[in-house]
Each structure stands twice: as structure tokens, then as C-alpha cells.
């Protein structure tokens, strides 16, 4: 159940994970081919090791590099149950551009090959869990494929400091205050990755529309689409903005995002400010997402849909076999 995966969710960082099947050395550019949730960690640890260039690819193939960037790179492929096929063909193109590669899956046709190609992988825990729940153990295993043990123990210490119940009545008041609305997460693009989450979580377990941007870039474009008047009033009508407030970000974003709030305002939209942890970056990035996932849980539950599955993912995937 839902409720009980978000109740748990902290233990994920006790997993101390095992890389089988040979070495992976150290690069300074990853690319991390993943779909859904199973891009969600990469998106996360990018935040906390800036050191690393990411480039997360959510495709078929491998993305546009030169040969010089493709020289210098480690490719992990990242599928939560191993079998997502965009993420196997990568993974094949990987290989057939002579790429030193890595793994991480709870099984699967992903780890049947890395095995049989003798390419490192990290076997995840297989709890039963949707792939978007499983971000604790997708994140230590990432950061264990990449040798970051000071990160790793970082994160180990939320297992006794972050109570994920304690953010319960945040997303169950908020899910309330949005019923009958379609929520807009904006966030600093530093905090990009902690949007989309929110964002997801609401599309995958809410089952409700749900959009994001960042600044600066929305105030260059997006926002004019709210400029309501006449006729154009209803398409916006039912809209509800959620800022996600850093006191870390650069001072022109923080003052752009109060700017942006009291226009939205003028033009008679619903604005919320919520405001991520101070302190440490882990627990202000998984503080914040376990309240998008208390509030799309509250958000299924409050128009009567199931929070764990997804059926219309899985009836695509029929489709796509057919």
C-alpha cells in the first residue's frame, strides 16, 4: 500500500548496497538512461554532487554527444524492474559504442544481461514497491556506483532523523486546499529535480494533472499564458500555483518568485508558498518530497482513486507489445 511505502520510506536508507559483477572507475561525465521513476534518483544526487556532470537520457539510443564527451563517460543504465524497454536500448547502444557501463535493478532482462556481459550492476531490494517509492534505494545505489561514500553516509543518517509521518497533516492540509484545481510546482531550476518530483508523485499517485516550470526561464514566457482576459479566462481558471520557496537560492530568483506570486494574485489565481527545510541538502530534499507524496496520496484518496497503480501505464504497455 501507498501509505505504508511513504511510512517506511526512511528505512531505505539503511541498504547498503553490492556491486557484483566487476569494477566501476571513477568519471567525471554519467550519463544515466532511465524512464519515470526510475530517472527520479539521478535527477536528485545531481543536486548533491556538482562535481559529476549528469546527462539524464529518457529515450531510445544514446543522447548527442561528441566523441570527445562519449570518451570520457561511465553510462548506467537505471531500470527499477529491469524490463523498461527504452532503458534496454540504451543500454545495447551503450555497448555497441564500446562504453564502460553499469547497472541498477531490482532484476529483470537488465540484470540478466549485465550478468551475462560481465558489466558491474547493484541488484535493488525487491519489496514490491512502485519504482517512484523507491527513491532512498535507487539514490544509494547510484551514489555507491559512483564511489561517493561520504555522500552515502550522509544519507544513511536519515534513517533516525527523518520521520516521514511527521509530514502527514502538511500534505493531507494541502491536498484539501487543492481539490477541484490542477497543480503548477515552481521552483528555482536549482531545485528542478525536487518539482518534477512533486510533480510526478501528484500525476502517478494523485492521478490528476499536474505541470512544473522553474525560474527565471517561466518569467520569460510561461507566465504570460496566465494573462488572462475575456474569453481566455476559463483555461486558466482552475489552476493552483505551488512555490517552492529556498532561502538558498540566488536573491534575484527569491525576489522573481515573490514578484510572480503577488501578479498571479492580482489576476485572482490561487498562489501557495512552500517553503523547503534549511540545512542540510539531503533533508531538505527529502523532507520536500515526502510531502508531494503525502499530498498525492491524499489527493487520490480524497477523489476516490487507487494511489499505488498505475493502470494506464500498464494498459500502454499491452498496447506497445501488440
Not at 521513476?37 to 531510445?60: C, N, R, T
Not at 544514446?62 to 543500454?91: H, K, M, R, V
Not at 526561464?217 to 481566455?232: I, K, Q, R, W
Not at 505551488?242 to 490561487?270: A, C, E, I, S, Y
Request: hydrophobic share 45%; net charge negative.
Amino acid at each position: 500500500m501507498m501509505n505504508e511505502a511513504i511510512k517506511q520510506f526512511a528505512s531505505q536508507f539503511a541498504f547498503e548496497p553490492e556491486i557484483m559483477g566487476g569494477h566501476v572507475g571513477e568519471y567525471r561525465r554519467v550519463i544515466i538512461a532511465g524512464m519515470g521513476g526510475s530517472h527520479l534518483a539521478a535527477d536528485v544526487v545531481k543536486m548533491f554532487i556538482p562535481e559529476i556532470e549528469f546527462v539524464i537520457h529518457s529515450d531510445y539510443g544514446l543522447p548527442a554527444l561528441s566523441n570527445e564527451e562519449f570518451a570520457s563517460c561511465l553510462f548506467i543504465a537505471s531500470s527499477y524492474s529491469g524490463n523498461t524497454e527504452e532503458t534496454l536500448d540504451a543500454f545495447a547502444a551503450a555497448k555497441a559504442r564500446g562504453l564502460p557501463r553499469a547497472a541498477l535493478s531490482v532484476g529483470g532482462a537488465l540484470i540478466a544481461q549485465a550478468e551475462k556481459e560481465l558489466v558491474p550492476y547493484i541488484r535493488l531490494p525487491s519489496t514490491g514497491i512502485q519504482p517512484r517509492s523507491a527513491l532512498g534505494f535507487m539514490a544509494i545505489a547510484l551514489l555507491k556506483l559512483l564511489r561517493k561514500e561520504t555522500e552515502l553516509s550522509r544519507l544513511a543518517g536519515l534513517v533516525e532523523s527523518l520521520d516521514p509521518r511527521a509530514y502527514s497533516d502538511a500534505g493531507a492540509a494541502l491536498a484539501s486546499r487543492m481539490r477541484g484545481r490542477v497543480p503548477v510546482i515552481y521552483s528555482s531550476r536549482a531545485n528542478s529535480a525536487i518539482a518534477l518530483n512533486w510533480k510526478i508523485k501528484l500525476n502517478e499517485t494523485g492521478k490528476i494533472p499536474a505541470f512544473w516550470n522553474v525560474f527565471p526561464e517561466l518569467n520569460h514566457n510561461e507566465m504570460t499564458g496566465f494573462d488572462a482576459v475575456g474569453e481566455t479566462k476559463p483555461l486558466s481558471a482552475n489552476f493552483y500555483f505551488v512555490l517552492l520557496q529556498d532561502d538558498n537560492d540566488h536573491p534575484r530568483v527569491q525576489k522573481r518568485m515573490q514578484f510572480t506570486d503577488r501578479l498571479l494574485r492580482d489576476r485572482g489565481f490561487t498562489v501557495e508558498t512552500v517553503a523547503l527545510e534549511e540545512g542540510d541538502v539531503f533533508r531538505k530534499v527529502f523532507a520536500s518530497l515526502l510531502t508531494a507524496d503525502w499530498t498525492a496520496y491524499y489527493t487520490a484518496t480524497g477523489y476516490g482513486s487507487e494511489p499505488n497503480e498505475v493502470p494506464m501505464v500498464e494498459e500502454f504497455k499491452k498496447l506497445m507489445k501488440t
